[in-house]
């Protein structure tokens, strides 16, 4: 059950234990080479696996059924009626954070909230369960985080699990605010399509994004509307998610080490380094010069 093969000659596998029966696996494959790792997993578990840069495709034996798994992309797989073992086949310059817990360590992680989680409901009780959903910026920051920390020992696995509890708190609210089952509002159609209008204008103007009574206007809701139905999808309020996809997008842009501070915070509508350096460490505990400096250590 806990058993690891890989095949990834110059790429990494990392296995962190954080409580019996609930582990995290990090996938990297540096290598020019499609490569494959399996890992036993019986249907006592279920699996949480997220491609943070590049692309896979889980292989389910012995019939050879596959799903796909795109970059900045989750896949939840949970099947009580069989065993489900680990074959990703990971693209070159691949990057997947995975995380195997079973049901029972997942039962008492959301022991108040499991009516609200579709496959822990008991009329679930005797169903698969996949879901491939787009991975937010807030999760993003997370996995961000899980992928790069440098830590020794007990505090590695102490932080990791702290980490993937933020994790599983921002992917349940996303995906549950984002339920047309427990959101009447988002049953119209037109609405959704207008709140998604809404969040593609503030990504694409976000140096100098609009107020919201201007967005509002723009794709044709009400104040109250455009708050409401962007918190149900997105899980999150219109400013907060475009502070996260900036700081996300202002992170990747210094990994590139293509730009300076100054330049990376005029891109997202910084108008000051000193705003900027605020803004990035207020999210991620640094600096951005701190920030790109661990990066080539």
Known sequence: ??????????GFVERIDLDTNFY??????????????????DRTYIQFHFCV??????????NGYSLKIAEEHSLLLYNTQKDLPLEL????????ISIIVSI???????SREASFIHFLREDNGNTKYYSNEPISPSSMVVL?????????GALKALYCKGKVYELMSLYFNTSEEADLDHCPFLV???NVVKIKQAKEIVIQRMAEPPTLSQLANEVDLSLNKLKEGFKQIYGDSVFHFLFDYKMEYAR?????????VNEVGLKVGYSTASHFIAAFKKKYGTTPKKYISSQLN
Do not use: C, R, W
């Not at 086949?89 to 997947?96: A, D, R, S, W």
């Not at 029972?104 to 959301?110: E, V």
């Not at 990747?252 to 300076?260: I, V």
């Open 53 to 62: 840069k590049g692309e896979g495709e889980f292989v389910f034996q012995p």
């Open 1 to 10: 059950m806990h058993h690891l093969s890989k095949s990834i000659a110059k």
């Open 144 to 152: 961000s985080q899980i992928n790069q920390y440098n830590m020794h």
């Open 104 to 110: 029972k360590n997942f039962h008492a992680m959301f």
């Open 188 to 190: 119209d159609e037109e």
């Open 89 to 96: 086949l990971v693209t070159p310059k691949t990057t997947v």
């Open 252 to 260: 990747k842009m210094l990994e590139t080490g293509n730009h300076n």
């Open 24 to 41: 995290v696996l990090k996938t990297h494959n540096f290598t020019n080479d499609n490569q494959t790792i399996k890992a036993k997993v």
